[in-house]
């Protein structure tokens, strides 16, 4: 039996239901979005259940408390490294033949942005993208580390997936809070409001010091599907947000269609790696 408030038998239970959702496209430019194949409403049981606590419980009083809670990055200094190997630690009840490992995920992500071209900046948001996925090892429930994100505050957007389960929370019924701009002002900045709480807000947190604004985005805004994919939230954006943005569309891909079955050799790629974080990040950063 799962504890109540964890659904998924594997955090990469919702990645799986993103590639339902965005299907890889044969060519890109050819015609059909994929909007066209998209259908939110298949989605297993236990997978929409997830959903449904995340939008029942993802308020502004929550989203107050979690920073609260978290930001002072009080809890842990570990190397980055180090926290890929703490992340491995997390035991789902998935089928361990089925499901690439934590450290996997990332290395094909960072792989597959390396084989590319791009730069070393760029690799290492690869890989360290979803580090923030650690909050589950601080005891946090799923609903609270993954998921679409949103914006809380202010209207929930009509593209976010099971919209219906937002009748379930408490702030649908504050009017500020549901109407369009909310508690913020227009052209604000998407700095400046609160996306629902997870592993990405969490994680930009924790490397903010030391990654380019490009970087940052990527991280901070991999899980805005309503945003980056689903055209949501422009009266909130400034200029900074728009340039961002393309950013964060061209992240997208690697994160999402670079799973393979085939692991990568983390012992081989290591050192690579290890020089690529050393150029960034110091020995020991707060979590
Ligand atoms: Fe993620
Ligand atoms: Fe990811």
């Given at each position: 039996?799962k504890p109540?408030?964890?659904?998924?038998?594997?955090?990469d239970q919702?990645?799986?239901?993103l590639?339902?959702?965005?299907?890889?496209q044969p060519?890109a430019?050819q015609?059909n979005t994929?909007e066209e194949?998209?259908?939110y409403?298949?989605a297993?049981?236990?997978?929409?259940?997830?959903?449904?606590l995340?939008h029942?419980?993802q308020t502004?009083?929550?989203n107050r408390?979690k920073r609260?809670?978290f930001l002072?990055?009080?809890?842990?200094q570990?190397g980055?490294?180090?926290?890929?190997?703490?992340l491995?630690?997390?035991?789902?009840d998935?089928?361990?033949?089925?499901n690439?490992?934590?450290?996997?995920h990332?290395?094909?992500?960072?792989?597959?942005?390396?084989a590319?071209?791009h730069?070393?900046w760029?690799?290492l948001?690869?890989?360290i993208h979803?580090l923030?996925?650690?909050?589950?090892l601080?005891?946090?429930?799923q609903w609270?580390?993954t998921?679409?994100?949103?914006?809380?505050g202010?209207?929930?957007d009509?593209?976010?997936?099971?919209h219906?389960f937002?009748?379930?929370?408490?702030?649908?019924?504050?009017?500020?809070?549901?109407?369009?701009?909310?508690?913020?002002?227009a052209?604000c900045?998407?700095?400046?409001?609160?996306l629902?709480?997870?592993?990405d807000?969490?994680?930009?947190?924790?490397c903010k010091?030391?990654?380019?604004?490009?970087?940052?985005?990527?991280?901070?805004?991999?899980?805005f599907?309503?945003?980056?994919?689903?055209?949501?939230?422009r009266h909130l954006m400034?200029?900074?947000d728009h340039?961002?943005?393309?950013?964060?569309k061209?992240?997208?891909?690697y994160?999402?269609?670079?799973?393979?079955?085939?692991?990568?050799?983390?012992?081989?790629?290591?050192?690579?790696?290890?020089?690529l974080?050393a150029?960034?990040f110091?020995?020991k950063?707060?979590?």
């Amino acid at each position: 039996m799962k504890p109540e408030g964890n659904p998924l038998q594997s955090l990469d239970q919702w990645d799986d239901d993103l590639l339902r959702r965005y299907p890889k496209q044969p060519d890109a430019n050819q015609g059909n979005t994929s909007e066209e194949f998209r259908s939110y409403d298949d989605a297993p049981d236990h997978v929409r259940e997830f959903y449904r606590l995340n939008h029942q419980r993802q308020t502004v009083e929550i989203n107050r408390l979690k920073r609260e809670q978290f930001l002072p990055l009080n809890r842990r200094q570990m190397g980055i490294w180090e926290a890929m190997e703490f992340l491995n630690t997390l035991i789902d009840d998935s089928d361990p033949d089925t499901n690439l490992s934590q450290i996997e995920h990332l290395l094909q992500t960072a792989e597959a942005i390396r084989a590319d071209g791009h730069p070393r900046w760029f690799i290492l948001t690869g890989l360290i993208h979803d580090l923030g996925k650690i909050l589950c090892l601080f005891d946090e429930p799923q609903w609270c580390v993954t998921g679409d994100t949103f914006v809380v505050g202010c209207r929930f957007d009509s593209s976010i997936v099971y919209h219906d389960f937002f009748q379930e929370n408490p702030d649908n019924l504050d009017p500020v809070f549901q109407s369009e701009l909310g508690i913020y002002t227009a052209n604000c900045g998407l700095r400046n409001v609160m996306l629902s709480w997870g592993h990405d807000e969490y994680m930009y947190n924790v490397c903010k010091d030391y990654l380019p604004d490009e970087g940052l985005a990527m991280i901070r805004y991999h899980s805005f599907y309503p945003w980056h994919s689903e055209g949501a939230y422009r009266h909130l954006m400034d200029e900074h947000d728009h340039k961002m943005l393309e950013f964060v569309k061209l992240f997208n891909p690697y994160d999402l269609y670079s799973k393979s079955n085939d692991p990568p050799d983390v012992e081989l790629l290591r050192p690579f790696y290890e020089d690529l974080i050393a150029d960034f990040f110091p020995s020991k950063i707060s979590w």
